[in-house]
């Protein structure tokens, strides 16, 4: 074993569960020979982009505020010159290459006269399952070098079939582009390491670094992933200045000016977006004023809700296969991520395919374990089944049908309303909107797609403590905020309620001559607030 591989991999024992195999078992039966290997990558990569395509159309419902207001939103306002900027772009804490993305996508489809509302909604995701499906590819060559080809596919299958893959890798959010960033890098530099039993070209470890360097510039966190990555490996490369210097730090500056360019002109003065994040995220715990979860959150509910059902066996293969390197890695975002008060399923998106590849080295093992002499016997006539296929049997029925309810039922009106509203509006029928409720629950420009007056609930962050924001005084008396309101603003064509609050507002809503016009099914249980239950569409009665 090699000086690289020790260092990065650790010992294995995966020789003793014959699941890497040696140079004159690979033309075997179940290996494919490295001639045929490509064609089989392209036939992968088809398969995954068509099952992305048909999740990014499955998936119909709300999930994080970041996914529409960080990205849609702002890329909305780069092409079509109108949208909502947050807080977080007045104080330049974003930056603009992750919705440049959208941007160019934008560009397109109007160009080619396709942005109309089905368009708006569906084509983003869309974009995003295509990069999804590279991410799916690119975990599939990962597990490859690492383990077998045997263990790719149980770790594809893994990836594929979990719940929370299914639920937010077609989601526009940066953490989705960061995950698939994540692994195509981590490929490229454990190929570098010497691992891979096929050609890896000369550049792989330039590829690395240029790839987690952008990951950087996307999301400065990811930074977490790649210190843990280079500060163990660094011992084992040769000429270490050569490397710091002429690689490390010159791809670094490299992607950071390209980036502070960007934000340059975009912004419209120099600003440095990794420095004002982390001085924000980190220094001053600005992210705390969004809520916050006790230390052990991600390791006793957040990463648990997200692998699932796959845990035992994600935990079995990292005990098994002895990769310590690579499990460390998932114990160290987990930790360093529990140590801010904020916390979201989101944040640590990145680690869960490298999980779900244990769960891939674990079903691989069962499938190659002998069956049992109950596996052998029969019951009324039928054989049983083995353990492989019982565990398969077992992740498909715990998962599919929970990828399916938070896919498709689960916080949905956000999103119905949003579309039919923008259908009205291309219609002529609305003229201005108001949204009485929690701030950011629904997408705004980026879905109406039409430039009228519209007012959400700001829940900016105060340098004042104990002052309430919009959204907070409207939850605490919806009543009296609105009456107030309604002092001071014209009255709008349409405004959008939840039902929970509705109920507090009927006879304001009443007396200023609002009808309810359309309610939309939101969810059957509650998240963080009261039941939301529905959406109310009221609009107000010309006559």
Not at 46 to 72: G, I, K
Not at 311 to 340: C, D
């Amino acid at each position: 074993m090699s000086l690289r591989r020790q260092l990065f991999m650790g010992t294995s024992n995966t020789e003793n569960l014959n699941l890497k195999p040696r140079k004159h078992q690979r033309d075997k039966k179940g290996e494919a020979p490295y001639y045929a290997f490509f064609s089989l990558e392209k036939r992968i990569f088809t398969f995954c982009l068509a099952f992305r395509a048909l999740n990014s159309l499955l998936v119909q419902t709300y999930f994080n505020p970041d996914e529409h207001w960080q990205a849609l939103e702002v890329a909305h306002h780069m092409v079509f010159g109108y949208g909502h900027l947050t807080w977080e772009w007045k104080k330049g804490i974003r930056s603009y290459l992750h919705p440049l993305v959208f941007a160019l996508l934008y560009k397109l489809m109007a160009f080619l006269r396709l942005d109309t509302p089905w368009f708006m909604m569906k084509a983003p995701r869309f974009l995003q399952s295509m990069i999804s499906s590279v991410g799916d590819l690119y975990l599939y060559k990962l597990s490859r070098i690492v383990f077998s080809n045997r263990v790719a596919k149980f770790a594809l299958f893994s990836q594929l079939s979990n719940w929370f893959m299914f639920f937010c890798m077609p989601r526009t959010l940066s953490n989705s582009l960061e995950t698939v960033l994540t692994v195509i890098g981590l490929y490229y530099w454990i190929s570098f390491l010497g691992i891979s039993k096929h050609y890896v070209p000369s550049t792989s470890r330039k590829m690395a670094l240029l790839i987690s360097a952008l990951a950087c510039a996307i999301r400065p966190t990811s930074a977490i992933i790649w210190l843990y990555v280079g500060i163990f490996d660094i011992l084992g490369i040769q000429k270490k200045l050569r490397f710091l210097f002429f690689e490390v730090l010159f791809i670094g500056i490299f992607v950071f000016a390209l980036t502070c360019l960007l934000d340059w002109w975009m912004y419209g003065s120099w600003t440095f977006v990794a420095i004002n994040f982390i001085r924000f995220n980190f220094f001053s715990s600005g992210g705390d004023y969004y809520g916050t979860h006790v230390w052990h959150w991600y390791f006793s509910q957040g990463f648990p809700a997200m692998i699932f059902t796959f845990l035992p066996y994600s935990l079995l293969g990292i005990f098994k296969s002895k990769e310590w390197r690579l499990s460390g890695l998932i114990a160290w975002v987990l930790g360093i991520y529990s140590m801010l008060g904020h916390k979201e399923f989101r944040f640590v998106l990145p680690v869960l395919p490298i999980a779900l590849m244990f769960s891939g080295y674990s079903l691989a093992a069962l499938s190659q374990s002998k069956p049992s002499r109950r596996e052998k016997g029969r019951f009324l006539g039928m054989r049983c089944p083995s353990r492989i296929q019982l565990s398969i049997l077992f992740l498909i029925a715990t998962n599919i049908p929970m990828a399916l309810y938070m896919s498709l039922v689960h916080q949905r009106g956000s999103e119905d309303v949003m579309y039919y509203l923008s259908k009205e509006a291309k219609d002529g029928k609305v003229k201005s909107i108001l949204f009485l409720m929690p701030c950011h629950s629904t997408a705004y420009y980026s879905s109406l797609h039409h430039n009228l007056p519209m007012r959400f609930l700001d829940c900016s962050p105060s340098h004042t403590k104990g002052v309430l924001d919009e959204s907070d005084q409207f939850m605490a008396n919806p009543a009296g905020f609105v009456s107030e309101m309604f002092q001071h603003i014209s009255l709008p064509s349409h405004i959008v309620v939840f039902d929970s609050q509705e109920k507090k507002l009927e006879y304001i809503l009443t007396l200023f001559s609002f009808r309810e016009e359309k309610r939309f099914f939101h969810a059957h249980f509650k998240v963080d607030r009261d039941l939301q239950a529905s959406i109310a569409v009221y609009a107000l009665n010309a006559s």
